[in-house]
Antibody, heavy 118, light 107 residues
Framework: QVQLVESGGGVVQPGGSLRLSCAASGFSFSAYAMHWVRQAPGKGLEWVAHIRYDGNNRYYADSVEGRFTISRDNSKDTVYLQMTSLRADDSAVYYC???????????WGQGTLVTVSS | AIQLTQSPSSMSASVGDRVTFTCRASQVVSSALAWYQQRPGKPPKLLIHGASSLQSGVPSRFSGSGSGTEYTLTISGLQPEDFATYYCQHLNDYPHTFGQGTILEVK
């Protein structure tokens, strides 16, 4: 069965960096685009970033452009989110999700919590 | 960026009711629209993709429709497990923004 498992969350000081990982299993990872979506405590969903199946196209929300980098290693079935210059408003649960290629994100991980605080 | 506005922001209903949520886009999204259900403490679950296609494994009481800039999600015959928050998302271009959500509560 399809599984997505995020890791790498934690507490980081403002201005710091963190790298999130999302390990995929149960499907042909290299055939699917992947996304990161976040949700601040008590708030709605915010789309963060997308990477094409081969890693060649990447897109970002304006709120993270220039600070976050999405990447993937198809040999390890893993997608990453490198986050730098972190701010308090980046605090959220970060989910990775698979692009079902039919206009919907069809599988989601359980999320990893990032807290930016001094 | 395309903005999505969901209405209502919240609503109350009873088991067995039929409810409809609306998602309006600031530009045409050409049916590249998805609906998700999220229960507290859980990740979102895809219900509808491509505006009207039921995701595999989702009960048939959920249906989606719409085109252009206006889309709806209908639940026919509410079940206790349906009380949750519902989000729409467009995937027409980038950024793939979400609506602000509709909270469905028990009356």
């Amino acid at each position: 069965q399809v599984q997505l498992v995020e890791s790498g969350g934690g507490v980081v000081q403002p201005g710091g960096s963190l790298r999130l990982s999302c390990a995929a299993s149960g499907f042909s990872f290299s055939a699917y685009a992947m996304h990161w979506v976040r949700q601040a405590p008590g708030k709605g969903l915010e789309w963060v970033a997308h990477i094409r199946y081969d890693g060649n196209n990447r897109y970002y929300a304006d709120s993270v452009e220039g600070r976050f980098t999405i990447s993937r290693d198809n040999s390890k079935d893993t997608v990453y989110l490198q986050m730098t210059s972190l701010r308090a408003d980046d605090s959220a649960v970060y989910y990775c999700a698979r692009d079902g290629d039919t206009y919907g994100l069809d599988y989601w991980g359980q999320g990893t919590l990032v807290t930016v605080s001094s | 960026a395309i903005q999505l506005t969901q209405s209502p922001s919240s609503m109350s209903a009873s088991v067995g009711d039929r409810v409809t949520f609306t998602c309006r886009a600031s530009q045409v999204v050409s049916s590249a629209l998805a609906w998700y259900q999220q229960r507290p403490g859980k990740p979102p679950k895809l219900l509808i993709h491509g505006a009207s296609s039921l995701q595999s494994g989702v009960p048939s009481r959920f249906s989606g429709s719409g085109s252009g800039t206006e889309y709806t999600l209908t639940i026919s015959g509410l079940q206790p497990e349906d009380f949750a928050t519902y989000y729409c998302q467009h995937l027409n271009d980038y950024p793939h923004t979400f609506g602000q959500g509709t909270i469905l509560e028990v009356k």
